[in-house]
């Protein structure tokens, strides 16, 4: 692969080059880097090919990319800096002046569209202050938006990458600190609708397959000075009003809600899975909004990396993933790529079971780590991320086909399937019946073996 420089903080590149040789609109982002090749004899060290991601690959009767629908994100990729708590930025690229201008806008967004054509992935998704700054007032604001989304809309023409969801950024301004549907103050809960109003309409005009909400700041610090009833109504009416302004517009896109238990509030009212799935259902909101799954969110609320995704789609709220992972030794939100071949499986394993994820995808809300510097990173670490996934499908295909561990599991709960069991299940006994039914069976005394290594060992063969 090739080797690149990092920028200077003058705004030059370590060859000399100044970003502005790239505000020319046919500017070559990714020099020395075409589009991503399959070579799967590969060597080791060659980790700038796909090894397993096909897209034409017909798996369980349908081609592998209409079952893993990937897309990059834009925040991570393309605004991300490498900073973090302890640290100055890292990641500076050749194309940004560090400014918040439109000019900068545009040539991020121009590089974003390179790349995600040279990786070959379909879809893309972003924030609305991820492509556009942000003015003095908001007609100003939606005026850089509407300039930008303009370019974003010629580039989706040219490339035919498409927008897999757009999202507000209802978090990082100053006026978000104490939430935004959930914000103590109104006239802030009215700048967040009118953000989201316009937001939706930026959607349908990009042709969005779906529009996400993640809370960031839904929650509190401290429950002394927080009324946490009012919040939840107040949120409920936020998101209400969403889904009345989507079907004014006709907008068809999926609203999803994305879980998250902590960071940066101490408490997030979208804890996890079931806790969004009964926010919705008490409010009644549960035929408007499914789910947007972060497998790292997961992991920090204490589950098991595939605990959400598989409880959402049992309950049929599953929308979309956001494919990531985290260091649970750090214990923090990290956003790191997925290269763990069990939990792709195990993630495809509930995709393939609930026939697909369209019209959601697999997101990779992910960022290099702060040490990987190169452009080429950029690649390798989705490239991995992307073969991860394509080896967690095939995994999971194989292991559906051969039926083996869905055949003793269905085993394992037989007894539900006559007598006594079957009338629980289609909820036609009582406590009294099941009282006689044990006066006349008497006490359980079969009590079978969970085989929890069995069934470990099982998933080992098959990854």
């Known amino acids: 692969m090739s080797s690149f420089a990092p920028t200077a903080t003058d705004g030059s590149s370590g060859d000399g080059a100044n970003y502005r040789e790239f505000d020319d609109p046919n500017a070559e982002f990714f020099k020395g880097i075409g589009k991503i090749p399959l070579k799967k004899d590969g060597g080791a060290g060659e980790t700038m090919v796909f090894r397993t991601y096909e897209p034409n690959k017909q798996v369980m009767g349908k081609p592998m990319k209409d079952w893993l629908r990937f897309s990059v994100c834009f925040w991570h990729t393309f605004r991300g800096t490498g900073a973090d708590p302890f640290g100055f930025p890292t990641l500076i690229r050749p194309w940004d002046d560090g400014s918040n201008s439109m ?3 545009k040539r991020r967004l121009r590089a974003g569209f390179e790349f995600f054509s040279k990786l070959g ?5 972003f924030h609305d202050r991820d492509i556009a700054p942000e003015g003095s007032t908001l007609t100003e604001t939606n005026k850089n938006l509407d300039e930008i989304v303009g370019l974003a809309q010629e580039l989706q023409n040219k490339t035919g ?3 897999l969801w757009a999202t507000c950024n209802l978090f990082a ?4 600190m104490n939430g935004a ?3 103590p103050d109104a006239h802030i809960f009215a700048m967040a609708a009118a953000q989201v109003k316009k937001g939706l309409e930026v ?7 779906n529009f996400v909400f993640w809370g960031g700041r839904e929650g509190y610090h401290t429950i002394l000075n927080t009324n946490v009833r009012k919040e939840l109504d107040n949120l409920a009416t936020f998101f209400r009003m969403a889904a009345d302004y989507k079907k004014k517009i006709g907008f068809t896109g999926n609203l999803l809600i994305e879980p998250k238990p902590k960071e940066p509030a101490k408490h997030q009212y979208d804890y996890d899975a079931m806790t969004v799935i009964g926010f919705l259902k008490h409010y009644g909101l549960d035929k408007d909004y499914k789910l947007n799954i972060e497998p790292n969110h997961t992991t920090l609320a204490g589950h098991g990396y595939e605990h959400d995704i598989v409880m959402s789609s049992a309950f049929g709220m599953l929308g979309s993933i956001d494919s990531n992972t985290g260091s649970p030794d750090l214990g923090w939100d990290t956003d790191q790529f997925p290269m763990d071949i069990k939990n792709t499986t195990m993630v495809m394993k509930t995709v393939l079971e609930q026939g697909g994820i369209a019209p959601g995808g697999l997101n990779f809300d992910c960022k290099v780590r702060r040490e990987s510097t190169e452009l080429g990173d950029m690649f390798i670490s989705h490239i991995g991320a992307m073969d991860s996934f ?3 499908l095939l995994n999971a295909e194989k292991l559906l086909s051969e039926n083996v ?3 003793q599991v269905k085993e394992r709960y037989s007894s539900y399937e006559s007598g006594i069991g079957k009338k629980i299940t289609d909820g036609q006994t009582s406590l009294e019946e099941l009282e006689k039914f044990i006066l006349d069976n008497g006490n359980p005394t079969n009590v079978a073996s969970g085989r929890q290594e069995h069934y470990e060992s099982m998933l080992n063969y098959y990854v």
């Open 103 to 105: 000019a900068n806008a």
């Open 121 to 125: 992935v379909p879809y893309w998704t």
């Open 161 to 163: 990458v498409k927008l």
């Open 173 to 176: 301004h100053q006026r978000y």
């Open 181 to 183: 549907g959930s914000n």
């Open 203 to 209: 959607a349908k005009k990009l042709g969005a397959e």
């Open 390 to 392: 394509a080896r967690g």
């Open 405 to 407: 561990i869905a055949k």
